[in-house]
């Protein structure tokens, strides 16, 4: 029997090959509510051990009831594939006492059942699905130092390629045969380096590699795990500036299902707000199996609370307040301005035909034929304007009888001279641009050279900003130091 472990350094590849695998079967890692247990959960336990060894409904129900944050389920749409059924205990090894119980205060996670329905056997889910069981476990519960359980021999191999290493023959007696306990350590595990991917937020549905804007989305926040201490502001900042992307966004699990501390970076500075990286985060979290595709999920920002959902079509819609816009007066600010935009856009003053503001940007509106001539010839000079980032907006495409207005967005005060998609620009454009047609649902396509499309809707004083996401990139941080 093999006692050798696969290396951590092929266990992380697998990782990232789960949240591939994931996405693409359509799969999804969420908690097993308790109307699931006894019709679903069940008879799969049932159909899957042999009697002496099955968990019964009773211990099913009650581990659900006292540690329903470690009875997972795999989902295919609402189809139950598999389940991961997990309580707490306290010390090092399994004991037949401490697996019969939950202790909320133990930091041994005693896994009970590892179930894959038989139809869905021999495609890798089984293997999926517990790798991504503990990637999750490692990422929201800090509290959690080891995994453990007790398997037969032929599973140990099984076990192994999950990352679990054989510790001893168990004392445990469960049925006739030996059982041989198995552990991964949460403290030295490659589980705990932060996982990362590079997102495509905002595609172009007719070509989503390529198009929208680029993000970075980070599984941690940090190494102190202190949200807002310096030392973990200080952490962000240097990966964002090693990502070299417009936003990193930071993403750390609650512990409320589907709730989420979110910050964003760009390479120079830390954002309030952030669209498209929001977007990335959203689609990101979703695909992995970290939040549940059948709730919305609550991120916790700068910006107060934010929702995103995820539509049957894979689409991610945000819920964003509005930026609303006031047209600047007639005067001598405005007037050298409009010649430092001119300069910096190659504008000629005649095109600008409005020039308005909200709390965080400028809003330069043209004409469609100047809009699609414009060269930007020196974008460095409009930095000195004091605003996060520019916006040259004009109505419809010439191209396109579906996009309603299109925009695009110069930040070179933020360290980016032209972002490829910016959702949160579209909390100004869209009531701007609603106020102008007399529609309160309008298609933006944002003309950068990657070029991406935002669908937007007012209601109230929210604006829901929907859009596609693809995952171009896994992997994982070598350190958080």
Known sequence: ???????????????????????????????????????????MEAASYPSDEAASLAQLKMRQSVAPQFFSGLYKEDTLVGIVVGTLCSGEGLKEETMSEHDPKGDNLCVHSVVVDAKYRRKGYGNCMLRTYV???????????RITLICKAYLISFYQSCGFTLQCPSPVVHGADPWYEMCIDLTTSSTRQPSTLHVNAFCDPSRVRGSGNQAAVVFSHGPDGKEKSEETSAWMQSVAKDMNLSETAFLNPKKERNHFDLRWFTPAVEVDLCGHATLAAAHAAFSSGFADIHLPIKFHTLSGVLSSSRSDTGEIELDFPIEPVSAMEEGEDLSNLKTQLSKGTGLSLDDILEIGKNRIDLFLTTTLEAFEKMTLPDIKSLGSIETRGIVITCKGSSTNSSIDFQSRFLAPQCGIDEDPVTGSAHCGLMPLWAKRLGKDTLTGYQASPRGGTVKCSLVGDRVKLSGLGFITMYGALSNTN
């Open 135 to 145: 990637r999750q476990v490692a990422a929201s519960h800090h509290n959690v130092s």
């Open 1 to 43: 029997m093999s006692q050798v472990p696969l290396p951590s350094d092929a266990i992380r590849h697998l990782v990232n090959k789960d949240m591939a695998y994931l996405e693409q079967e359509g799969l999804n890692m969420r908690p097993v509510p308790a109307k699931d247990v006894e019709t679903l959960a069940a008879p």
